[in-house]
Each structure stands twice: as C-alpha cells, then as structure tokens.
C-alpha cells in the first residue's frame, strides 16, 4: 500500500518551529552551572521528534543534522557531560539554522546546506567522534540451503507479548520448517504456572537461499531473553567448514539496527514529483494554520447547539402557523439573532492570540544582540497574554523588532557610562502589552541615556527638516526621530543600522491604524508608545452598576473596590469629595454625575467605590453595585454610532442588552474640574 | 476489528502512524502521552500497542511497565518506536515488558508488515 506522506509534512513543519521555539526557550532559560532535568528532557524531547519526524518525511538535511544535537543533549541529559555557554549558543545557532532549514524545505525552494554541515562539524567535534554518522558497515550475507536452530526462551517470553508461534509462522515464510518441541522442562501439572512457558525447540529450515539475516530477524526482539543457536545444514555455505554454530551476539544485531536506522529514503514519497502540491506560501507563518484554545471551540459548539434549538422551535412554529403564535415568532427571531451575533463573535475570537507569539523571541533577541554591543541588558516581559488579531500581531513584528533594537542600541549605555551616571550596570528594557479602551498599547521603555534633545535638533536642522529658529516644545522634537533618514547614532552600527528605521516603524505602524509615540526624559530613558485600535479585542470586565444602566469597567485598571467610610472622605470646597485611602488622597468622581444618570443613591455611604488608576493617578469611582466579571467583545462605538467621551466602546451582555465599556482616561477628563482642586487638596 | 492504541506526543508522526493502520484495516485509538495512553487503554480494548519512548508526562517505558500490571494486557504486543540511537531504551523497554520495536524512521510498508508480524 502506497500512502503519499507528503499530506503530514504541514502538521510536521508546524510542529517542528514550535519545538524549535520550546528548545529556544528552553536554552534561555538553562543554568548551565545547574541543568534542570525537566528544562533538558524538554529541550531534547524537542529535538528528539523533529529528528524523528524529519527522518519519516524525508528531510534528510534536517535528520541528520538533529541527529547530532540530539546525541549530545542525550549526554547532557543523562548527566555524563557539562555544558558550557559556547555550547549552548552554538545549540541556538543551530535553532535558527534549524528554523532556515525547514522553512526553505516548507516553501519547496532550494536549501542552503552549508550551515548546517558547518556546525553539524562543531558539533561532531564536541563529541569527539567522527562516528556521529551511522556508519554503513558492510553485511555478511551468508545464505544456506539450511539452518538448524535451537530456540530455548526464558520463561516469562510470553509476558513480553512474544508468542513464539507467530516466530514458527515466520520461518515458514522462509522456506520448509520442521519443529520438534522439547518438553523436558515442563513441570508436573501441579506445579504448572500457566503464563510460563516450558517448551524449547529444534528447528529445521530448508529451502534456497535462506539468508542468516532473515533467520535472526525473525528472533531480533528476544535474543537477550532466550538461547537461540543457528546451526548451517547446507554446504553452499560460504565458510566450507564443518557445521559452524554460532550464537547471534549482540554485535551482529547492532550491525542491523543501524543498517536499520541509515535513512535510505528512496522508498518515500516523492517529494519533487508532487504536482498536486499547493501553491507555495511565500511566508508560510503569515498564512499557516492557526491552533485555538479548546475553550473557544466549546463556545462555539455550544453557540451552534443552541442556534439548532432556536432553529427546531422557529420549524415547530412555521408548521402550524396561526396568528396568535406571532409573538412566540418574535421572540423566537430574536433568540436567533442575539445567537447569530454570539457565534459570530465567537468565530472571530478564533482569530484572536495572546501577544506572547511576537513576544517569545526577543528575549533571545536582547541576549544576543547585548553580547554583540557588550551591554548588560536585561529584558523584562509584561502582559504577555494580552489577545491581538492574528494579522495585526504578523505585522506588528517588524516595527517591535525594530524599537527594541533602538532602545538596546542608543538607548542603554554601556556598563561603565552606567556606572559613572549612578545607575545600576545592568539597563532593563520593559515591553508591556495590554488593551486600553479599545486599543491595545504596547510599551517598550528603557532606562538607558534617553532622546538627545540637542542633538535631534541639531541634526532635524542639518537636513532641513525644521528651520533654525523653530520654537519646538520637547515632544515634538522627540517625535522627528520619526522622520525620513533620520538617526543620531554616532557610529553606524549593524545593530541599528543605517537610520532607514523609525519612518519605516511609524508608517508600519499606521498602515494598522496605530500609533506610535515616545516620551524620553535625559539621563532616565525613553518610553515607546505603541498604540494599536482593535475593534476585535476581548477585554477582561468587571460589571458595574449605576441606576438603571450597567457600565464595563477594564479588569486591569481596578485597583480595588471598597465602601467608603464617613471618616475617610474629605469634602473639598468648590470640588469633589477624596477618599482618604491609607497614605493616599484620592478623588471621588460619581459616576451618576459624569454620565447625567439617575443612581439609587448619591450618598457615599450607600455607594461602593471603585478605585482605579488612570494614567499613573488612581481616582475613586462611585457606583452603586458590583456585579460579575466576564470577559466582553469590544464593540467599536465609533463605526455603529460616534466617538463618545468617557466611553471607549460597548458590548452585547448576555441577555441581549448593551453595556457601554468605560474609557478611564476619558472619564477622568471629563470630570477633570473636580480633579484640579483635587489635585491641590492631595 | 483488531485495534490498535498509538501513542506519540508529535502529531505528525501519530497521524502518519493511525492513517497508516486504518488504511490498513485497524481500528485504532491515538494518544499523545503514556498518562493519556494508559486511560484509553483501560477504557478500550487493544490488541496492540505501539508506542513512542520520548514523551513528555509519562514515557514509553513507564506506560508499558503500566500496561503490563493491567489484566487485559499481560499478554498484549507493545511495540516501541524507537531510534537508532536508543539501544540503552531498548532494553529498557524490554525490561519493562515490550514485546519489540519498530525502528525510526520507518515507512508506512514497513509499519504494516512489522504490525502484521505480531498480530500473526
């Protein structure tokens, strides 16, 4: 039977950049003073089944060169070799070459082999043995006309799953078998345990040409567990002597595994001939598959069972129809409705992914790229689950790579201009993701030497981008670092390039409809601001409610919710009430008041406060219930209504009604009055 | 129909494996770890089990010395998947109770002869 292997090579090719990304990880992860046994069975396993897989569908390039990282994480894993940090960069070299190798092979091009022979080399060279490569080693083929075998497996045979009748049907495919069964082992019935086996045998095969090969393959799974002897009948032997016995010993069967293991892989499928094949994908990770959370599968499953109800009750109506049914009929198209738009949803959350896909390789990025400046940098992740549409998250890539290569190149200074201006020698770059209203922002801030101010003008000046005595406020000039052709870098680095960069990210970044901005004070560092809107995006909320209506606060920006105490507020002349919470005053925006709304109470004392932080401030938000957390689908007010203050976007609640998500930022604008006494009075 | 538990933890070789023995005429009942083995095998009963040595949770080795302490496969053909470069696993596995291994990589002609070998 024919199968053409090349319909698994996708799940493979998927498969294996994920066991790339783990071993990566895994190796950044690895204290090579102290090896985690879980961290390199991980690693290996990685390795493991992409040598395994690459080997089944062909990819020899691929096998073989797993091959030899393989055997050495083995040794590392079983504790007989230390592992140094050469080793362990030459083993993330070998990720990339890896990850090279099987996109070229993904998209069907020509490979480039040579990096991988070349640390393929090393890699031999650590092992100290040339015989990385299964050696071919010639095998005697020694036919007969006859063997003679005598066959005595230890008792417990049977408990292995090695039925010897299934060897005797073996050897009759070889040629005329004739068995004698020996049974002077065989205890009296009493003493007989029937799951032992007491017999041994004496097997004559005749027939032509019966290799010895074929005879000890028919016993390669026991020969440790039992007495076998092969005895020539024949005299077309090759050695003439007097009838040679010779026990298979472990060497002869090691020749045949590893004639066994040497991929010769002619009898695969055809990989050139595949004219069905589909069109190569250009860049096979902005078109692959995508994996989805089961959860999001059972929603949806769920959605369609009850969509299926919906349907048999609407049927159940149209069948008889009378008019007196016409409100059963509404509400039955309304149940479909709100069903239809639940699973649409549903659907379109599928193509939501935690951020963490873009993420998870930079850290590997910063530790090389910072060996390459000789900086000490540290990078520090945050909100890593934070949900984006897969295509936003494809291109959003690029413009990340880039701004952080920015803040390690000009931003952090070397350890020792560190040290001298009192900072710690080690910088730290923090990329942060999370959703803000209707938006999800992704910072990247560094401690490093901050945006040169003068000479940004200096240079915006020199290429005639402002005129010489153009009054610009700070902010503006950190934004002409967006411009065309502009960079300050001293040096031209091969880090940063050659200043084609910022321009690029921005128009990157707005052709998502994004934003991009940065704040930079001297001698503290620079914070990147990316802001991308997503109408698509699934916010953690927790419901509130004021009166009649039920607002959607963003989970992340709760700091705590409380009811206050009399004592604890301070009535401030001309402005609004502040909380008095621990060591902090905090000003109390009701939220009944913001929105022109009737509560149940405009009392403190019957309210609950909701404190929250706003842009590096926290203020209270007075509300008159608490009600569940639920994760919402962020409806964009802007394209069904308009753009509203204090209001980022809505949501469909479960019941059908629409709850508007609050903006916090906006909120706090709007009761911004109150807040500047506030301000004073804290 | 004589089934067949697989278990790998790479989903290309375990769809490889299970398309080849349905195409061969096996029922077969797929797993990707010896944990999640193991629970199949007690709710289905196998005549074979072909299994992968490096998974991740439990391993090969284990699930086999696992499946050898159950009544109904005491005497059950569990096969090994294994590489060339695993003669210590090998017998380890043996060891443990496997009847045998098929040797990585193979092809889908050879996993069906090597099958069709146990099951007599």
């Not at chain 1, 069903?339 to 949803?345: Q, R, S, Y």
């Not at chain 1, 910022?502 to 970044?509: E, T």
């Not at chain 2, 067949?4 to 299970?18: E, F, N, P, W």
Request: charged residues 25%.
């Amino acid at each position: 039977m024919s199968i053409d292997l090349s319909q698994f090579h996708q799940v493979f090719f998927e498969e294996s950049f994920e066991g790339l990304d783990t071993m990566e990880s895994g190796l950044l992860e690895l204290d090579i003073a102290d090896i985690d046994d879980e961290i390199i069975n991980t690693i290996f396993r990685a390795a493991h089944s992409i040598k395994g897989g690459s080997a089944t569908f062909g990819f020899n390039v691929v096998a073989e060169f797993t091959h030899v990282i393989e055997t050495l994480l083995d040794e590392v894993r079983a504790g007989t070799r230390s592992i140094n940090q050469e080793e362990v960069d030459l083993f993330l070299q070998s990720v990339d070459c890896l990850r090279d190798l099987l996109q070229g092979l993904q998209n069907k091009e020509e490979v480039d082999e040579a990096q991988a022979s070349e640390l393929r080399t090393q890699f031999e060279i650590i092992l100290g043995s040339e015989s990385v490569d299964a050696v071919d080693q010639k095998t005697s083929s020694e036919t007969n006309t006859g063997w003679l075998i005598k066959f005595k497996p230890e008792s417990h045979i049977l408990r292995t799953g090695n039925e010897p009748l299934r060897m005797f049907w073996q050897l009759e495919a070889l040629g005329k078998v004739r068995i004698t069964s020996i049974t002077d082992e065989m205890p009296s019935f009493a003493g007989m345990n029937v799951e032992l086996c007491y017999f041994s045998w004496e097997i004559e095969v005749t027939g032509d040409n019966i290799s010895k090969e074929s005879i000890t393959e028919v016993f390669e799974w026991i020969e440790d567990e039992a007495e076998i002897v092969l005895t020539s009948l024949g005299n077309d032997s090759i050695e003439q002597d007097s009838p040679k016995s010779e026990a298979i010993d472990t060497e002869a069967s090691k020749q045949e595994t590893l004639k066994a293991a040497v991929p010769k892989i002619e009898t695969q499928a055809p990989i050139k001939e595949d004219k069905k094949a589909k069109p190569a994908a250009r860049n096979a990770k902005e078109f692959g598959s995508i994996r989805v959370d089961i959860d999001k599968i059972d929603t949806m499953i769920n959605m369609v069972g009850e969509l299926v109800i919906t349907q048999s009750m609407l049927g159940q109506i149209g069948e008889e129809f009378t008019f007196d049914k016409l409100g059963k009929l509404q509400e039955g198209l309304q149940d479909l409705e709100r069903n239809v738009a639940i699973l649409h949803e549903s659907v379109m959350r599928i193509r939501m992914l935690p951020i963490s896909f873009t993420l998870s390789r930079f850290p590997r990025m910063v530790r090389d790229m910072s060996r390459q400046l000789d900086k000490k940098i540290e990078l520090v992740l945050k909100g890593e689950n934070t949900e984006l549409d897969k295509t936003v998250m494809e291109k959003i890539g690029d413009p990340l790579v880039h701004l952080l290569r920015n803040s390690l190149d000009h931003g952090i200074e070397l350890p020792e201009l560190r040290r001298k201006a009192g900072k710690p020698e080690t910088g730290t770059i923090n990329l942060e993701a999370f959703h803000q209203g209707g938006n999800v922002v992704i910072e990247i801030s560094d401690d490093g030497a901050g945006l040169n101010k003068e000479k940004i003008r200096a240079k915006a000046i020199e290429n005639g981008v402002i005129s010489e005595n153009e009054a610009l406020t700070q902010d503006q000039i950190n934004d002409l670092i967006f411009q065309p052709g502009f960079s300050t870098a001293e040096v031209v680095t091969d880090v940063s390039g050659r200043g084609v960069g910022m321009d690029v990210v921005r128009r990157n970044i707005q052709s998502l409809g994004g934003t991009v901005s940065v704040k930079s004070e001297p001698g503290v560092g620079s914070t990147f601001t990316i802001t991308l809107p997503l109408t698509l995006a699934i916010l953690d909320g927790q419901l509130v409610r004021v009166g009649k209506e039920i607002y959607i606060f963003p989970l992340v920006s709760i700091v705590e919710s409380l009811s206050a105490d009399a004592n604890q507020v301070n009535k401030v002349v001309g402005a609004n009430d502040v909380l008095k919470l621990r060591d902090e005053f905090i000003p109390i925006i009701p939220l009944y008041e913001t929105f022109g709304i009737e509560p149940d109470s405009r009392h403190l004392k019957d309210s609950l406060i909701v404190v929250v932080e706003s842009e590096k401030m926290k203020v209270g938000l007075m509300v008159d219930e608490l009600l569940a957390q639920q994760q919402v689908v962020i409806k964009s007010l802007e394209s069904n209504y308009q753009s509203v203050g204090g209001i980022s976007g809505a949501t469909i609640l479960g019941d059908g009604t629409i709850s508007l998500i609050l903006d916090i930022p906006g909120v706090v604008k709007l009761a911004e009055k109150y807040l500047n006494y506030a301000g004073v009075a804290a | 129909m004589t089934r067949i538990l697989a278990v790998d933890d790479s989903a290309s070789m375990r769809q490889m494996v299970a398309f080849t023995l349905k195409g061969g005429g096996f029922d077969v009942v797929e797993a990707s770890d010896g944990v999640e083995a193991l629970e199949l095998a007690k709710e289905n009963d196998c005549d074979l089990v072909l299994t992968d040595v490096n998974m991740p949770n439990m391993d090969g080795i284990e699930l086999t010395k696992e499946l050898r302490g159950l009544a109904n496969y005491k005497f059950v053909p569990i096969l090994m998947l294994t590489t060339e470069s695993g003669m210590d696993k090998k017998t380890e596995g043996r060891a443990a109770g496997a009847t045998g291994w098929i040797v990585k990589p193979f092809n889908p002609d050879q996993l069906l002869s090597t099958i069709k070998k146990v099951l007599g």
